[in-house]
């Protein structure tokens, strides 16, 4: 079955860039999404990318894909304390529902 | 755009009481819903899809008796916890995606359910 994996932790320091790294295993997975769970909270789509697309840029937050590899990375510039929070990767490969595989999420913590 | 709304945000009751959590989507038509469960610091785990109209598809090893899922309209879908006990305790989340499959899912803010 298809398999997403992060690492369980990082560290930054404010004004750093944090960049969040994932891999997967289905080679069919079509979209590849991060979203942003803070405590307590749902999820926020924060960006997703299309997987004929190698990088795709929002504002603060650039999304690179692999797809040889099949590993994506979420880089966030000038982190800040509010951007400490638990990032998910998530991809959906063709089918009738679509449904999204999850990663285990990983924990960012924004140093002062 | 594309908000979805989950209520109530946190229930406590007591063993036996059937809780109902509401998820609607606020500013599109939901054509597709999903409901989730997440233990804590664990990643979400799907429960159930549900297509406006049509019986809910449960995952494996998910109670449908238990857990009902109703998706009458194209914003409002809604899980009943069925005669909850504490190990049904959880954060329940659901998602909503409009139009066909190549949309994202978007989120509630989940539901914190206790059982005493």
């Known amino acids: 079955g298809e398999d997403v994996e992060q690492s369980l932790f990082l560290s930054v320091r404010e004004g750093d860039s944090s960049v969040i790294n994932c891999t997967y295993t289905d080679s069919s997975s079509t979209y590849l999404y991060w979203y942003k769970q803070e405590p307590g909270a749902g999820l926020q789509l924060l960006t997703y990318i299309f997987s004929n697309m190698d990088m795709k840029q929002d504002q603060r937050l650039t999304v690179l894909l692999n797809k040889k590899d099949k590993h994506l990375s979420l880089r966030i510039a000038d982190t800040q304390t509010g951007d400490s929070a638990i990032y998910f990767c998530a991809e959906s490969a063709l089918g009738s529902a679509r449904q999204l595989t999850f990663g285990s999420g990983t924990q960012l913590t924004v140093l002062p | 755009g594309a908000v979805v709304s989950q209520h109530p945000s946190r229930v406590i009751c007591k063993s036996g009481t059937s809780v109902k959590i509401e998820c609607r989507s606020l500013d599109f038509q939901a054509t597709t819903m999903f409901w989730y469960r997440q233990f804590p610091k664990q990643s979400l785990m799907l429960m159930a899809t549900s297509n406006e109209g049509s019986k809910a598809t449960y995952e494996q090893g998910v109670e449908k008796d238990k857990f009902l899922i109703n998706h009458a309209s194209l914003t409002l879908s809604t899980l009943t916890v069925t005669s909850a006990h504490p190990e049904d305790s959880s954060f329940y989340i659901c998602?909503?995606?409009?139009?066909?499959?190549?949309?994202?899912?978007?989120f509630g803010d989940g539901t914190r359910l206790s059982i005493l």
């Open positions: 998602s909503a995606r409009e139009g066909n499959s190549n949309q994202p899912q978007h």
